[in-house]
């Protein structure tokens, strides 16, 4: 079955810390992927999205993503985070060629201190 | 203008009672979904309709029924009420198809709290 593995489930990180979150998904085809983000009692914005060419993504607010087929991975970037970045961060995927049915991994709590 | 409105935000109900969320898109989307976002954030589809016509039905009770009267449409009804069903309901809407982008946009999200 198609599943996403976000590790990292809570991050703690002062201010201007660099920030990487990891993201695995499994599934054999061609997939899209996303990052989200949903700041406390908000609901979720996409931050950046994956389909083909440069598997280096830039998306709002600073953050980038890294695609590597060979892992399987779409690991998030930020270079230095704000205390504003505090939020709940989640990874998801959708089949290429599939109903656009999104698949979440669990979520990673981000929490920056000032 | 909102993009994806959820009607209401908040829900506070009793057990074994039927309550309804409602959904509409402005965006012009050919397909809206459901998803139930639990007590430690986890996000999982449960419905999705594409042009009013049911493509994905994910292993949720019976109790729960979405209905589409358009596509700009998608409402959750909701039969005899669990405390287990208590969660934050998140309508969203993509464009599918094979020179779409996929991009999601979610609505606000209805905190349902069944007592």
């Known amino acids: 079955a198609q599943s996403v593995s976000q590790h990292n489930h809570h991050v703690i990180l002062s201010e201007a810390a660099s920030l990487e979150l990891g993201c695995n998904y499994s599934?054999?085809?061609?997939?899209?992927l996303f990052w989200y983000v949903q700041y406390p009692g908000q609901h979720l914005q996409l931050l950046l999205k994956?389909?083909?060419?440069?598997?280096l993504v830039k998306g709002i607010k600073g953050f980038e993503a890294e695609f590597i087929k060979s892992k399987f991975s779409f690991n998030l970037r930020k270079p230095s985070v704000q205390w504003s970045d505090t939020a709940e961060y989640f990874c998801?995927?959708?089949?290429?060629?599939?109903?656009?049915?999104?698949?979440f991994g669990q979520g990673t709590t981000l929490q920056v201190k000032p | 203008d909102t993009a994806v409105s959820q009607t209401p935000k908040y829900l506070v109900t009793q057990m074994g009672n039927d309550k309804s969320i409602k959904c509409e898109q402005n965006?012009?989307?050919?397909?809206m979904y459901w998803y139930k976002q639990d007590s430690k954030k986890f996000l999982k589809i449960m419905f999705s309709?594409?042009?009013?016509?049911?493509?994905i039905n994910e292993t949720v009770p019976n109790r729960f029924s979405p209905k589409s009267p358009d596509k700009a449409h998608l409402n959750l009804h909701i039969n005899s009420l669990e405390l287990g069903d208590s969660a934050v309901y998140f309508c969203?809407?993509?464009?599918?198809?094979?020179?779409?982008?996929?991009?999601?946009?979610f609505g606000s999200g209805t905190r349902l709290t069944v007592v």
């Open positions: 994956y389909f083909s060419g440069d598997p």
């Open positions: 969203a809407s993509s464009q599918v198809g094979s020179h779409s982008n996929y991009g999601y946009t």
């Open positions: 965006l012009g989307h050919d397909t």
């Open positions: 599934y054999g085809g061609t997939v899209n």
């Open positions: 309709y594409n042009n009013k016509e049911l493509i």
């Open positions: 998801a995927v959708t089949p290429s060629s599939n109903t656009g049915k999104l698949i």
